[in-house]
Structure formats: C-alpha cells, structure tokens
C-alpha cells in the first residue's frame, strides 16, 4: 500500500486554466513537502508545510496542509505551459531525520 | 554550488556484469539515500544511510548493495544487473526533510 496518495495521476489542461491535485494519507506526518521533477532531471523542492491547516504561497502556487496533517493539496492559478511537470508530494514518517516516502506523482501539461 | 553528483547519467550494460553509480554531495549532509523511478510506480527507495557506516534497507533493497565508508560518497552497486533492474536511478541527500537530488543516472541491462 502507498503512504502517500496522489490525484489525479494525470491532468491535462490549457494555458489559463486553474488545477487543483492532491495527496492524502491515512497516516499524520510532521510536515508534508512538495516537489517538481521536469524530463530529464532530479526533483527539486517547491515548499515545505508543518503546521495544520497551513497556507503557502509560491507566487501563482498554493500549498495547503490539512488540519489533521493528513494531506495536502496544490493549487495553481493561471496555468502556464512552464508548469508542465511531475508533482510529487513527500513526508518523513517518525523522525524528521528518518526516510522520506514520496506519493506516486501527478503529471501536468500545460499546452499553450 | 551545493549539489548532488551522480556519475554516469546514462548506461546500457549486459546481464551479469557488475557496475558502480557513483554518488557524491558537497552539502555535508548526513542522510543520504538511492530511489528508482518507474512510470506508474513513483521514486521507490532503495537504500538509505543515516551516516557514515550506517546503511539500512529501503523498500526495494533486493539485488542492490550500498557503502558508506565516507560522509560525502554513497555509491550504489550492482553485483549482477539483471533486465528488471533497467530504470531511472536517482541519489539524494537530507537536511531535515528538504531532499536534494542528483540528476539521475538511467540505466538499461539488456
């Protein structure tokens, strides 16, 4: 079984649009982090949420953690072709120093 | 430049033959870790070290070994490839929770 459950596994939208994805656990992580992977490279860190019902900004990004540090979700407003990517959502399961487990990623397109 | 170095980005080898990744950070980060990426299954871990000399299994350990005999070197090593393990690999270190991750390196057994 995944910890971490991504929806949807595929979204694919024109420029303008707004997105919401989402990634819930049955499980309470300290912190739940979010990640972008663009063809060819190593995922990189969008943001990190710790505290309940937490709201993050990343310009046209919002990140959401739930209140029960369940889940979170990912809002994009105005979708560009340049958000095109996988978005991995990530938590640290006991310690914060411990593994990190990663769901299993929504992939975005954007088309112009 | 902090960074995570794998080497090499990209291998065709044959069944049986032995090979090294080799993995390196310049971060000084304690924690670091191997993940193999396939459509559909995500980052899978497959071994994680919480520092030097200290390794444990990941999710898919089997046919993988691993060493740590230095804080910025984690090389993951292949005794016998076999066709499943064709795959994109990818290193990563830790600071707390933020992962930083090498380019991947894209390995194909045939």
């Known amino acids: 079984t995944q910890l971490l459950e991504q929806s949807p596994q595929f979204l694919s939208i024109q420029e303008g649009e707004n997105l919401t994805v989402y990634c819930n656990s049955s499980?309470?992580?300290?912190?739940l982090q979010w990640y972008r992977q663009e063809p060819g490279e190593g995922p990189v860190l969008l943001v990190t949420?710790?505290?309940?019902?937490e709201v993050k900004k990343l310009k046209r990004l919002t990140f959401q953690f739930g209140d029960a540090r369940k889940d979170s979700s990912l809002h994009i407003t105005a979708a560009q072709p340049g958000d095109t990517g996988l978005y991995l959502c990530?938590?640290?399961?006991?310690?914060?120093?411990?593994?990190?487990?990663f769901g299993r990623g929504t992939q975005l397109t954007v088309w112009p | 430049e902090a960074q995570v170095t794998q080497n090499p980005r990209y291998l065709i080898t044959v069944t049986g033959k032995k090979l090294t990744v080799t993995c390196s950070q310049n971060m000084n980060h304690e924690y670091m870790s191997w993940y193999r990426q396939d459509p559909g299954l995500g980052l899978r871990q497959i071994y994680y070290s919480m520092n030097v000399e200290v390794t444990d299994k990941g999710d898919v350990p089997e046919g993988y070994k691993v060493s740590r005999k230095e804080k910025r070197n984690f090389p993951l090593i292949l005794e016998s490839p076999s066709p499943n393990q064709t795959s994109l690999y990818f290193c990563?270190?830790?600071?707390?929770?933020?992962?930083?991750f090498g380019q991947g390196t894209r390995l194909t057994v045939v």
């Open positions: 990530a938590g640290p399961k006991g310690s914060t120093l411990g593994r990190l487990y």
């Open positions: 499980s309470v992580f300290s912190s």
């Open positions: 949420v710790v505290t309940g019902g």
């Open positions: 990563a270190s830790k600071r707390n929770t933020e992962a930083f």
